[in-house]
Structures are given as structure tokens and as C-alpha cells.
């Protein structure tokens, strides 16, 4: 259902809109990567431990220092002039699942195509810094392939940077949508509902469980809508909606504070910023931002 988001990169979630030629050829290519290394126009991104340096609306950018080599950078790609892109693997970093408010910082300023670039380069580093040692044996692991996955040095098991999928979803009955809080949340923000996809679940199956085990209610009718990488540390978040067959709820009060039925003119009254609305809509990066506007549009 992609067809339904205008082509405006500020219409889309944050780390959405990235646009970098991630050149998979040099990557299995040795002579070729040796070459980009090589290459005295070689750039590489600045990262402030986990969090983005900044030169403008832009990830600040240095040469690439003559010693880089691949067991120290990844190869993000290459500019549109065809220049490499690379950034450093570090390994005394903060975790990347931390609360990064330099983030949010940021993202007020940056491009949307940097944005999602940063994305990329986060959650590389993050997943380089954590995967030292082989999980099938402990042997330790070097980096391969420009970065994008690790050997073991004992046992030769390849591994590849992970990708955690989670469904958010909106339930809808009789015109509503249910939104619910985390006591972690600001006062007054409500959102959708998210979860982890488990082994051997479809994403179907996993909105369906999830809203049955945060709030008691059964679904049908699963709809895709979109998705968003989320860097924190390596999500990707699969938005959709679905159609409750009641609206009695139960809360999980271990993972909900509190949940609602939000009507049309909820919504609009939240986005539209009014002291008296009866929640906070979630931020314009986030992707449940993006799917309740798509709800809403539906309504109208």
C-alpha cells in the first residue's frame, strides 16, 4: 500500500528515506574494495560515540584516514559522485538501545536522506560492537564482506548484522481506534500498540496476539501499511491496522498504563495541538504518527 504516501520525504517516518547506493558489488569484491580504501576521495561519516555530529543539516564528514582498512570501517555506500562512504567501527560505545536524546536533537535539524543514512551507520556499529565472538562457538569473529557481516576465526559461521521485526498496530471498531500508554512515556502521549514478532509467527499472527495480550480484544482483517527502520537498536517496524470484534478491554498492566477507544475528532484534536485534546499524539518521526494520519485520512 506504498501508493499512498506522497512523494515528499518530510511525508514519511524518520530513517525512512535513505537514497544511498549501498553497493553490494564491492562489497564481495576484495580488488574492488581495496580500490574504494584506496580511493583518496573516501569519506567517513563523524559519529559522537553512538550519536550523530553534525556539519549543518548534514552528518559531518572527514577523509578517510590512509591506515582504514576493513577489520576497522564498514562501507556504507557511495555518493551520488560516486565517492566511498565508510564509517568506523568502534567497540567502547554506549549500547545502542539507550535513551539517545542527541537524537531527537538532531533529527530537528537533519535531512531526511541523512537521517535514515545515520540510521544505518548506528545500527551497524552498534551490532559490529556487540558481535565480537561467535555465538555457535565464542571463538572470536572479524568483520567481512566491507562490513556487513562477521566470520568466526574457529568454526568459519558467518553472522549478519540482525534486524528485530516489530508490528505497531491500530484496532479499529465502530470508528474508533484503541491507543494505549507505557508508564514510560510523557504525561498525556498515547500511541499505538507494538510488539516483538516471535519465531515461527507471521505478522499477522503477531498483531493478533499482541493485542490480545496488552488488551484483551480479537482481531481480523490485518492490514500492511508501512514501515520504519528504528535504529534503538535495530527494529524494524511493521505498521498496520486490523478490525476488533468488540471493544471490551483488558489491560496487560505490565506493559499498558492505560488504554483507549479514540475517536476521529480525538485524533484530530491531538494532532491538531489543542490544550484540551484527550492525548498527545506520538512525534512526527515516529512511524504510529504516519498511521494514525493514514487512519484519519480514511475517515474523512
Not at 499472527?205 to 528504528?230: H, K, N, T
Not at 485534546?277 to 494520519?293: E, S, T
Amino acid at each position: 500500500m506504498t501508493d499512498i504516501w506522497p512523494s515528499p520525504s518530510s511525508s514519511i517516518p524518520g530513517f525512512s528515506s535513505c537514497t544511498l547506493d549501498r553497493c553490494d558489488q564491492v562489497r564481495v569484491d576484495p580488488a574492488a574494495l581495496a580500490e574504494w580504501f584506496a580511493d583518496p576521495a573516501a569519506l567517513r561519516i563523524v559519529l559522537d560515540g553512538l550519536d550523530p555530529a553534525l556539519d549543518g543539516d548534514c552528518l559531518a564528514r572527514e577523509p578517510l584516514p590512509y591506515d582504514a582498512s576493513p577489520e576497522t570501517h564498514a562501507l556504507l555506500g557511495c555518493l551520488e559522485d560516486r565517492r566511498p562512504l565508510f564509517v568506523e567501527l568502534k567497540r567502547d560505545i554506549p549500547h545502542g538501545g539507550q535513551f539517545a536524546p542527541a537524537v531527537w536533537e538532531a533529527a530537528n535539524v537533519m535531512s531526511a536522506e541523512e537521517l535514515s543514512l545515520y540510521a544505518a551507520a548506528r545500527s551497524l556499529v552498534d551490532w559490529h560492537a556487540r558481535h565480537g565472538f561467535c555465538a555457535v562457538c565464542g571463538a572470536p569473529t572479524r568483520p567481512v564482506k566491507a562490513g556487513w557481516s562477521r566470520r568466526c576465526v574457529g568454526c568459519r559461521a558467518e553472522h549478519f548484522p540482525r534486524v528485530d521485526p516489530v508490528v505497531i498496530m491500530l484496532a479499529e471498531y465502530d470508528g474508533k481506534v484503541l491507543l494505549g500508554r507505557q508508564p514510560r512515556f510523557p504525561p498525556r502521549r498515547f500511541s499505538a500498540l507494538a510488539g516483538f514478532v516471535e519465531p515461527g509467527e507471521t505478522f499477522e499472527g503477531a498483531v493478533a496476539r499482541e493485542l490480545f495480550e496488552e488488551a484483551g480484544i480479537r482481531v481480523s482483517d490485518v492490514r500492511y501499511v508501512m514501515s520504519q527502520p528504528w535504529p534503538f537498536p535495530s527494529s524494524m517496524m511493521i505498521a498496520c491496522t486490523a478490525q476488533a470484534h468488540d471493544d471490551v478491554l483488558t489491560l496487560d498492566i505490565q506493559e499498558l498504563e492505560h488504554a483507549f477507544w479514540a475517536s476521529a475528532d480525538d485524533v484530530r484534536a491531538a494532532f491538531a495541538g489543542d490544550p484540551e485534546a484527550r492525548f498527545i499524539a506520538p512525534p512526527a518521526m515516529a512511524v504510529a504518527h504516519h498511521l494514525l494520519k493514514y487512519w484519519l485520512q480514511a475517515q474523512d
